[in-house]
């Protein structure tokens, strides 16, 4: 009988050391899980809200309890959006301007049918030409 009682009390060391080790197991697993997600997370101070327990929400709690009681208020929020303005500001209509108009020669306003070609738009574009001591506007024009 003497080996039947070492065999139990043998078997009750390994039953307690293999809970031992199966706690042990899940507390290492939690610190890899955590130290990886620092490692390799999001690195901003949001915290998703099924990753973290309901803390401090004592309130939130007495809250839901009384949800019926408690009709929701209605809040109208009013704005207005700025439009931003793309491209360069306008240079100043104060400062002299001088126009040079490229034009094409007067054989390529001929269509190959023989008829006169007509002005249909033209496109300009201004820069500011800064010589010492003077200032003034080019306006290019091409028809």
């Given at each position: 009988m003497t080996e039947i009682?070492?065999?139990?009390?043998?078997?009750?060391?390994?039953k307690a050391e293999v809970r031992q080790l199966k706690t042990d197991k899940i507390i290492l697993e939690e610190k890899?899980?955590?130290l990886t997600r620092k490692l390799y997370g999001s690195k901003s101070e949001k915290i998703k809200k099924d990753d973290t327990p309901d803390l401090f929400n004592e309130a939130e709690m007495g809250v839901k309890e009384n949800k019926s009681e408690i009709e929701p208020e209605t809040v109208e929020i009013k704005y207005t959006r700025k439009k931003g303005k793309s491209g360069r500001k306008p240079i100043?209509?104060?400062l002299p301007r001088k126009e040079i108009t490229i034009?094409?020669?007067e054989e390529e306003k001929i269509c190959v049918c023989g008829a006169k070609m007509d002005k249909i738009g033209e496109e300009?574009?201004?820069k500011l030409k800064?010589?010492?001591m003077q200032i003034e506007v080019e306006k290019t024009i091409r028809p």
């Amino acid at each position: 009988m003497t080996e039947i009682e070492e065999l139990k009390n043998c078997l009750t060391e390994t039953k307690a050391e293999v809970r031992q080790l199966k706690t042990d197991k899940i507390i290492l697993e939690e610190k890899v899980d955590y130290l990886t997600r620092k490692l390799y997370g999001s690195k901003s101070e949001k915290i998703k809200k099924d990753d973290t327990p309901d803390l401090f929400n004592e309130a939130e709690m007495g809250v839901k309890e009384n949800k019926s009681e408690i009709e929701p208020e209605t809040v109208e929020i009013k704005y207005t959006r700025k439009k931003g303005k793309s491209g360069r500001k306008p240079i100043s209509d104060k400062l002299p301007r001088k126009e040079i108009t490229i034009d094409i020669p007067e054989e390529e306003k001929i269509c190959v049918c023989g008829a006169k070609m007509d002005k249909i738009g033209e496109e300009t574009s201004e820069k500011l030409k800064i010589v010492p001591m003077q200032i003034e506007v080019e306006k290019t024009i091409r028809p």
